[in-house]
Every structure is written in C-alpha cells, then in structure tokens.
C-alpha cells in the first residue's frame, strides 16, 4: 500500500516565512519600543530623584536666609571687602540676606548666566558654633576649641549686633582678626550702609552670650555644563573658605524663575519690584519654579507639568 506524503509547496514556504518574518518583526519593534521607553522612564526617574535632592538643598538655604545668628536684627556689621570694595557674596546689606536678580542675569562667579533665567543669592549663619568668653578688640576668646579655621568667613553675634569678618588665625581656644586678608577693618562695630567704607568701623564689644559660627553665602543660579555647553544646568554657588566654588547640582535645566512673598502686603513680587522698592528684608517666603531640558528627556512626550516643578519655602528666621 503507497502512502503519498505531501509537504509544503514553495510558494507556501515562502508566504509562511513572510507571515514568520512580520510577527518577528513586530514582536521585535515592541520589545525595542519597551525597552526605550523603560530606559527614558529610568532616567527620568534618576533625574527626578537628583532633583529632589537638589530642590531639598536649595529649600535648605532658602530657609536660612537672613539668619544672623543670635537674633534677627538687621544690625549686621561687615568689614569684608576686596580692594576697599565689597564683593557681592558678602554683599549683607543690600538683600538683608536674600537678594533675587532679575533676567538677564548677567555673570554670577564666573559663569554667564543664561538667558531669560533668573538667579538667588542667600546669606546666613550656620553650622556649629562656639560660645565666646572674652574679646578684647582682636583676640576673640572662646570656650572650647574653635570650630572655625583660619581663612574662613565668620559671624560673631550677640543680642543686638552681627559682624561678619575673616579670621585672620584660629588657636586654642581662640581666634583673631584684624585689618589684614579680606578685613578692611580691624573694628566690628555697626555703621549705617550709606556711611560704610574701609576703616572707618567704631569699635565694640561682645557678652558673654555671644556666639561665633560660620558665614555662609550662596547663589543660586542657570549656567552651561560642564560637559555640554549646549545643555544648560543648576549651578550653587558657595563660600568655600575665602571665595566661592561653583558646584553643577542638576544638569539639564532649562529655566529657573522665582517669585517673592512680601510679608507686609502678602503678594509675590518679581526681583525687579523687590529690588525698586529695596523690600528685600520683608520677603518671607520664595515661590521656586525649574524647568527641565527637552533634551535629557530622551525624546518622551513629558507633559509640562512634569518638566516644570514649583516648590514654596518659607525663611524660617521670618515667620511670626
């Protein structure tokens, strides 16, 4: 008995290995599909989680600014000065300890600021502090060890004054300053902004109860990377013994814009308006809006209110 065995014809073999390649291909185009969308879903989410972190700093000094150290008095003397002129970081007065410029921006440390961008810079004490004992005019006498090292920028305040001064050498239990480095003053004592200038501070005295501490001065602002100067980033700005270094925080921002709360009227204000109505020491709160840059996206579709995070912190030395 002959059993015929039919296989398949050519034509069907080849139609078979078509429909084959076409659901191959299909099934390989969504896996690639899934696979860069996983991979932008990843980056996003990296990118997210370093720009918490970022917008938890810069809440951080937001909600330093202004403070003096033992009190919230305006009262702040400052005998920094560079060539008988102020640098901006230490600049105290005219921001009372926060200070918003307005786009263009112009040069913040170094670095051109980009454009349509706008820029924060904060002053405060912080850190760990001494207590000081005695001061007789240069030799500030503590008690302990201080916690503060020869170069660095200091504030010495009590109940009703600040300075803010560079500490000329730091021993056993005590430091000293005096009219040299960034002092332009050997004195500390208060004169009103309009007087200021190089060796003209009157003297003064500490109590007991004062404390020293380390001046912090910050900015905040939008630059080039570092890696690609087609790419914009967030750049903090901060006092690093005698001058500021410049720190890449978060690359990949596109704009950074803030709006102020003035604590009298309880509106925001631009920079601008602050500025002209020089309101700068009745600003309790800043309202922070970044956007980041279409181009770490890596092509997703990501809704504005997603590329756009907006923060409101509250300096906390104002609140009350």
């Known amino acids: 008995m002959n059993i015929r065995v039919r296989g398949f014809s050519l034509v069907e073999l080849m139609i078979a290995m078509v429909l084959g390649l076409l659901v191959l291909g299909g099934a390989i185009g969504v896996f690639i599909a899934n696979q860069t969308t996983s991979r932008a879903n990843a980056a996003l989410s990296d990118m997210q989680s370093i720009a918490r972190l970022s917008f938890q700093l810069m809440s951080h000094d937001i909600r330093n600014a202004g403070f003096s150290g033992c009190n919230n008095s305006m009262r702040i003397s400052n005998v920094i000065a560079i060539a008988g002129v102020r640098p901006a970081w230490a600049d105290w ?72 001064f560079q500490i000329n050498e730091a021993g056993a239990m005590s ?70 270094v410049n720190e890449e925080v978060l690359y990949g921002v596109a704009d950074l814009q803030f709006a102020y709360l003035n604590g009298d009227t309880g509106l925001f204000q631009q920079a601008a308006a602050v500025t002209a109505a020089g309101q700068w020491g009745r600003i309790t709160a800043v309202n922070v809006s970044v956007t980041l840059d279409d181009a770490i996206l890596q092509g997703q579709n ?5 590329r756009t995070i907006t923060f409101l912190v509250s300096l906390r030395n104002r609140l009350g």
């Open 93 to 164: 007065t005219t921001g009372s300890g926060i200070q918003g410029f307005a786009a263009p921006v112009g040069v913040i440390n170094g670095l051109q600021a980009a454009n349509g961008t706008q820029a924060l810079r904060l002053m405060f004490g912080s850190g760990a502090n001494n207590s000081i004992s005695n001061y007789n005019g240069s030799v500030i006498s503590l008690n302990t060890n201080p916690v503060l090292a020869a170069g660095e920028v200091a504030i010495a305040c009590d109940e009703s004054l600040a300075s803010i």
């Open 302 to 306: 990501v809704p504005d209110n997603v």
């Open 175 to 244: 430091v000293t300053h005096g009219a040299a480095g960034l002092n332009c003053d050997a004195n500390l004592g208060f004169m009103a902004e309009d007087d200021w200038a190089c060796g003209l501070s009157p003297a003064r005295g500490f109590s007991n109860n004062a404390m020293l501490m380390r001046f912090e001065s910050i900015a905040w602002f939008v630059a080039p990377s570092r890696d690609d100067a087609g790419v914009m980033s967030l750049y903090r700005a901060s006092l690093v013994g005698d001058s500021q």
